[in-house]
């Protein structure tokens, strides 16, 4: 199990948010690719990246941002999320460096463009399933769909996904604790790699997650909990990697 370092973009700056909201940002870095290489010095294995802007406007804000940061990671695949609506986009991103794109809303509201893509970029394709209370949630975590993450996750089985990033949305950004059961819950529930995301805090949260990884957990994104050090990433990171490999 990997533990996968994130770096939120917004305007130019790295920051984090609280239950997704774009007003409750805090700002750890105006230098984002530098935020890049603290994490790789530290061991990273993979990084989380997120255009925030393009989130919002439905392409990317930050190109130039994310081209420095991929630069500065080298051959350290970096998974990027934000803006990604169409398939030219999707290779775009894959011709400049990116390991795998992450399709949220769009993989719920465009199921035939997941699906195109997934095709096309066999291997490189991620899903993120955000959810309140069992039941996900689109458009910047305002709009609840009515459909339950574990039947949108076994649809997206079907389709070919790499694997699917599972945040709790009450959870992400207040160092809460990871939602284990949840988590293993998806896990459980099929065949794709499930990416823990919401709510890490502490070295704990490593442990309890590493001990349940073998149902299907492959990694857990780590954000606001090593930014404000509640969580040391290298010794979390090292942790993972002797109980997991």
């Not at 255009?51 to 990317?60: E, H, P, T």
């Not at 999707?90 to 399709?103: H, T």
């Not at 890490?200 to 954000?223: Q, R």
């Amino acid at each position: 199990m990997q533990v996968i370092p994130a770096i939120d973009l917004k305007e130019g700056k790295c920051v984090r948010l609280k239950q997704g909201l774009m007003n409750q940002a805090t700002i750890f870095s105006e230098h984002p690719a530098e935020m890049a290489k603290l994490w790789k010095s530290k061991g990273a294995r993979r990084l989380h990246l997120v255009d925030l802007d393009g989130a919002f406007a439905g392409q990317q804000k930050n190109l130039s941002i994310i081209k420095e940061v991929i630069q500065e990671m080298g051959d350290i695949p970096i998974q990027l999320g934000g803006g990604i609506r169409n398939l030219d986009a999707v290779e775009n991103l894959i011709n400049i460096g990116i390991d795998s794109v992450i399709i949220g809303t769009a993989a719920i509201t465009n199921p035939g463009f997941l699906h195109e893509a997934c095709f096309a970029f066999p291997g490189q394709v991620i899903v993120g399933l955000d959810a309140k209370d069992g039941e996900v949630a689109i458009n910047g975590w305002a709009k609840l769909t009515g459909h339950s993450v574990f039947e949108m996750a076994k649809k997206f089985e079907d389709y070919g996904v790499a694997s699917i990033i599972y945040t709790d949305i009450g959870r992400d950004g207040m160092l809460q604790g990871i939602n284990i059961d949840a988590t293993v819950k998806l896990a459980e529930n099929g065949n794709v790699p499930i990416i823990a995301s919401g709510g890490l805090s502490d070295i704990t949260d490593i442990e309890n997650l590493c001990a349940v990884a073998n149902v299907g957990i492959k990694g857990v994104i780590a954000g606001r909990s090593i930014y404000e050090g509640t969580l040391d990433f290298e010794k979390a990171n090292q942790l993972a990697e002797r109980l997991t490999g």
